[in-house]
């Protein structure tokens, strides 16, 4: 599998990245910088997660204006798989890639922690080497992971089978707790129509290595390397 990871100023998640495509796929990715405006050829394209352009004006409102987005939205139209990781979400729903909105965290706070993460659609790339059901551990690190759409846009998401993850409680965590940011109905991740985009709120570039806590993450990475290579 051959892919791309995007890095804007701010970015601050591309190497963890890049470790974690190089372990699935024994290659490691190419880094184009946010202004250039040609993509290497690549099977796969992550935008990563940080703070692109330190968040000014809105989370990812920016970015998604840049050069490198630009390529990014043409090759998904061509049907390359497209991952947007944290701050990646929030690029790739300002660029109209996904629809809604990542608002600010209902506490208003940053929110740094573990989190269980249960796989709702398992039939994609993406999701495929765990299937529909599982409960994953992953970490979420942000302060708008807030995702919001109205009452039509999440009925046709859960219709159309492009929610692809929920927020769900870990063993043992309490009932009110396992949400860390208000998202509405748990939301955690959604596919395009297509279903060669995926936006995430969790890390799952930190859930590779047992000192990160959890392998989790190796699922997804593994997955694509299969399914894309």
Same mark, same amino acid.
């Given at each position: 599998?051959?892919?791309?990871?995007?890095?804007?100023?701010?970015?601050?998640?591309?190497?963890?990245?890049?470790?974690?495509?190089?372990?699935?796929?024994?290659?490691?990715?190419?880094?184009?910088?946010?202004?250039?405006?040609?993509?290497?050829?690549?099977?796969?394209?992550?935008?990563?997660?940080?703070?692109?352009?330190?968040?000014?004006?809105?989370?990812?409102?920016?970015?998604?204006?840049?050069?490198?987005?630009?390529?990014?939205? #043409? &090759? !998904?139209? @061509?049907?390359?798989?497209?991952?947007? %990781?944290? +701050?990646?979400?929030? =690029?790739?729903? *300002? $660029? /109209?890639?996904?629809?809604?909105?990542?608002?600010?965290?209902?506490?208003?706070?940053?929110?740094?922690?573990?989190?269980?993460?249960?796989?709702?659609?398992?039939?994609?790339?993406?999701?495929?080497?765990?299937?529909?059901?599982?409960?994953?551990?992953?970490?979420?690190?942000?302060?708008?992971?807030?995702?919001?759409?109205?009452?039509?846009?999440?009925?046709?998401?859960?219709?159309?089978?492009?929610?692809?993850?929920?927020?769900?409680?870990?063993?043992? #965590? &309490? !009932?009110? @707790?396992?949400?860390?940011?208000?998202? %509405?109905? +748990?939301?955690?991740? =959604?596919?395009? *129509? $297509? /279903?060669?985009?995926?936006?995430?709120?969790?890390?799952?570039?930190?859930?590779?290595?047992?000192?990160?806590?959890?392998?989790?993450?190796?699922?997804?990475?593994?997955?694509?390397?299969?399914?894309?290579?």
């Amino acid at each position: 599998m051959k892919s791309a990871i995007a890095v804007f100023p701010g970015t601050n998640r591309e190497r963890d990245m890049a470790e974690a495509l190089e372990m699935a796929s024994g290659r490691p990715p190419a880094m184009v910088w946010h202004r250039d405006a040609e993509l290497p050829d690549a099977d796969l394209i992550v935008v990563p997660g940080g703070f692109s352009y330190g968040d000014y004006l809105r989370a990812g409102a920016m970015a998604a204006h840049s050069p490198v987005l630009r390529s990014v939205a #043409e &090759a !998904a139209r @061509r049907g390359v798989a497209v991952l947007g %990781v944290c +701050n990646g979400f929030q =690029i790739l729903v *300002e $660029a /109209g890639l996904l629809p809604g909105a990542l608002l600010p965290n209902a506490s208003l706070r940053f929110v740094c922690r573990d989190i269980g993460l249960r796989i709702v659609n398992g039939r994609t790339a993406f999701a495929g080497a765990y299937g529909a059901g599982r409960t994953l551990r992953m970490p979420v690190a942000h302060r708008d992971g807030n995702y919001f759409a109205d009452a039509d846009t999440l009925d046709r998401l859960e219709d159309e089978d492009r929610i692809a993850f929920r927020y769900a409680p870990l063993d043992g #965590e &309490a !009932a009110d @707790r396992f949400n860390p940011n208000g998202s %509405v109905r +748990n939301i955690a991740g =959604i596919y395009n *129509e $297509a /279903g060669n985009v995926l936006g995430m709120m969790p890390h799952p570039e930190n859930a590779v290595r047992p000192d990160q806590g959890s392998t989790d993450g190796r699922g997804l990475f593994a997955g694509l390397a299969a399914a894309l290579g």
